[in-house]
């Protein structure tokens, strides 16, 4: 007998538990692509379960070949490319895809710009900070280079087949991509590293070898100054000798004037670092020189510098519109690197403080305060949840706060205490979306997100950064 309809009881249709889906590697199915997702792989749903598919765009039809089978999704590659989306273009780099810094060369910048926005707003989603569908999220601002933007190439060497190649590593693998090219680097530092690498197979130098753990020149680091074009080439290696070492650095001192630094890093045995602890100078000076807003700041091999200088000024002028500094206040730079940011804000307040957990790079802030004859900032050595409650307990009150963290987001302990001091003015400037969402979710209410600006730092890669404004909320 059919039972009286129950209002309570719901449709049991969605408790169905969903077969498993039965697939095999290497096998192909047409695939509709979706959507990006954050590390720019396109994804479509085969029988329900999420497909990844690098290189993929949305709106494409691709006959997807599956590489790998996970419990939860599966990763697959492009077998062939039924339907190309409008958005594609033809990648300036031959191994765009294979290596880790080109996820997106084969999208339109246009549509690169949106799909960063729509990170920040497919994070908020899942985070759900209060009030996040009424936060004002603007476009992304785009890099004025979205090409030949990228101040540093660090390329390993191998010696394959009696051949010396230079590049980055193939992605999930320790095989080299011999990069002859690469159009997101700042042109000179590939003129400088493929001679470099030409010459080193010239003179049959030695290349470090990891199965064997013998060789010695394991890794090049070249970094141009934006600015001034100063170049530094830094050799990283498995001894402290560097054969031929009086020729090289004649070699590259005649061919490339602008070549005024050149170091050794002292980085030895099967590690899975790049850099050891020891850095030596070979010739020139140990630093080179870069201006950012109006300073010059002297980089060390090892101090670390925003990869995109000319987009900098533009983060750092965000950042500093977000906060809207006084002559009266105090300015708290957390997360300082090399104190970047509040220097070039420090005329612009009474005072800076401003901390970071690498010891060289604090020496590095103090010294270039004092090189820019900026006696109103001081930096110091430690994490910012250590040092703002000590800070605090010793009587410092701040007016305006801008913390830049690494992509694991603010620490809880740092959160609170934000909250318990306040500070009236707070801009957050972030390089991971969903550590930001879930960070703001936790200063919301106390704090109301005013707007997001995503910059592109990192042109042809997923990568997003974005400054937020946070005001106190009146209503909390
Ligand atoms: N604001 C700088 C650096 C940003 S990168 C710039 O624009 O160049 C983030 C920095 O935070 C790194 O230099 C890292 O060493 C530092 N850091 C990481 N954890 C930290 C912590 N808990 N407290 C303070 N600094 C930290």
Redesign the pocket.
């Known amino acids: 007998m059919p039972q009286p309809f129950d209002r309570r009881r719901r449709p049991r249709t969605s408790h169905r538990p969903t077969p498993p889906v039965i697939v095999n590697l290497g096998d192909r199915f047409p695939l509709t692509i979706k959507k990006l997702g954050v590390e720019g792989q396109g994804i479509g749903y085969f029988k329900h379960k999420v497909c990844f598919v690098p290189g993929a765009l949305p709106g494409e039809v691709v006959v997807a070949e599956v590489t790998k089978i996970h419990e939860k999704y599966l990763e697959a590659k492009i077998h062939q490319l039924r339907t190309p989306s409008p958005a594609r273009v033809t990648p300036r780099d031959a191994y765009a895809g294979e290596a880790g810094g080109f996820e997106l060369e084969h999208l339109a910048y246009a549509e690169q710009l949106k799909f960063k926005r729509q990170v920040v707003l497919d994070s908020l989603a899942k985070f759900k900070p209060r009030g996040y569908k009424h936060y004002e999220v603007r476009d992304t601002i785009p890099a004025p280079h979205p090409y030949g933007y990228r101040n540093k190439a660090q390329f390993q060497l191998r010696q394959v087949d009696g051949h010396v190649v230079a590049g980055l590593y193939r992605a999930n693998s320790h095989d080299v991509i011999d990069m002859e090219t690469c159009a997101i680097q700042m042109p000179a530092t590939m003129r400088v590293m493929r001679q470099l690498v030409a010459w080193i197979e010239e003179l049959q130098l030695p290349i470090y070898d990891e199965a064997t753990n013998s060789g010695i020149i394991k890794t090049i680091a070249i970094r141009e100054s934006a600015s001034t074009n100063e170049i530094q080439v830094t050799f990283i290696t498995n001894s402290k000798k560097l054969p031929q070492k009086r020729r090289l650095i004649e070699r590259l001192q005649t061919t490339f004037p602008n070549v005024v630094s050149i170091m050794q890093n002292f980085n030895p045995g099967d590690t899975p670092l790049v850099w050891g602890d020891e850095t030596m100078l070979l010739a020139g000076r140990p630093t080179i020189t870069e201006s950012l807003m109006g300073l010059d700041f002297q980089l060390s091999a090892r101090s ?3 990869l995109n200088p000319e987009q ?1 000024e533009t983060l ?1 002028e965000e950042a500093a519109q977000a906060v809207d500094l006084q002559p009266t206040d105090t300015l708290i ?6 104190g ?2 509040g220097l070039s804000l420090a005329n612009r307040v009474q005072q800076v403080r401003g ?4 010891p060289a ?1 604090v020496d590095d802030a103090n010294h270039n305060a004092q090189l820019n004859g900026i006696d109103n900032a001081h930096y110091e050595v ?4 250590e040092l703002m409650p000590q800070w605090r307990a010793a009587g410092l009150h701040f007016d305006a706060l801008i913390v ?3 992509r694991t987001g603010l ?1 809880q302990a740092l959160i609170e205490q934000i909250l318990a001091e306040n500070p009236t003015k707070f801009a957050y ?1 972030s390089c991971n979306m969903a550590t930001l969402a879930r960070n703001l979710a936790r200063l919301t209410p106390t704090y109301r997100v005013d707007y997001i600006q995503p910059v592109d730092m990192m042109p042809q890669t997923p990568r997003c950064e974005a400054v937020v404004k946070l005001s106190l909320n009146p209503n909390a």
């Not at 730079?333 to 090399?338: H, P, T, W």
């Not at 901390?355 to 690498?358: A, N, S």
């Open positions: 670390f510098l925003q900098t750092y730079d957390a997360y300082a690197g090399i970047t940011i901390m970071e957990v690498i790079a430690g994490t910012a949840e830049d963290p690494p620490d400037v």
